[in-house]
């Protein structure tokens, strides 16, 4: 599991998955949620404003298991 260091509180999950490489654009990401590829704290996630806080898991299809954490 690879961790991502946020400065903020919290982050957006489609920031989140530019910021770890699994996708290029914002567009990317819709698309991403939308074929379900995604999953958050073990509960597939859609929303690409769900608001990520240190600690939370996120896993991406074909990209791999990442944890947010603070700096």
């Given amino acids: 599991m690879k961790k991502i260091s946020i400065s903020d509180e919290y982050i957006k999950l489609d920031q989140f998955?530019?910021?770890?490489?699994?996708?290029?654009?914002?567009?990317?990401?819709?698309?991403l949620l939308q074929e379900e590829a995604v999953a958050v704290n073990n509960e597939p996630e859609q929303r690409?404003?769900?608001?990520?806080?240190?600690?939370?898991?996120?896993?991406?299809?074909?990209?791999?298991?990442?944890?947010?954490?603070?700096?």
Avoid: H, W
């Fill in 17 to 31: 998955l530019k910021l770890a490489d699994c996708v290029n654009t914002g567009g990317m990401a819709k698309a």
């Fill in 48 to 71: 690409r404003g769900r608001k990520l806080y240190p600690g939370d898991i996120v896993e991406v299809r074909d990209c791999g298991t990442f944890q947010v954490a603070s700096k």
